[in-house]
């Protein structure tokens, strides 16, 4: 995984792997200080995936004053496992109603199997 970055609430975050020696036993962990987003380099591809929602989940929930750490670690965890089955699962849904309806495409008639 190359370096990039991702927006979260107007804002670019740096994506980092970082070495796994130096992870702890953390997965990923966000530095809002510096607007980045470490992940654990030992981690497979969905792993990494879901690390990166994960950290979105936690600043939108921290963003809306949701910032009791036990609490939203729970919340976060439902969130992401299920978001991530969904964006998998409906990728076409998204890329043709949610995406282009941005441009002014929306259409419901092409569904989860319509490419
Ligand atoms: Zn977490």
Known sequence: ????????AGIDYK???????YA???MGKMRAD?????????LGYHARNRVILHESIHWILRNAGL??????????SIIEAGMY???RDNRNF??????????????FNKGVNDV
């Open 1 to 8: 995984m190359n370096n990039f970055t991702i927006r979260i």
């Open 15 to 21: 994506i980092t792997t970082i070495d796994s020696k």
């Open 24 to 26: 702890d036993t953390n």
């Open 34 to 42: 510096t607007d980045e987003i470490f992940i654990n380099s030992s």
């Open 67 to 76: 910032d009791d750490h036990v609490e939203n670690e729970k919340i976060t």
């Open 85 to 87: 089955a969904f964006i």
């Open 94 to 107: 998204i890329m043709n109603n949610i995406l282009e309806s941005e441009l002014g495409a929306w259409n």
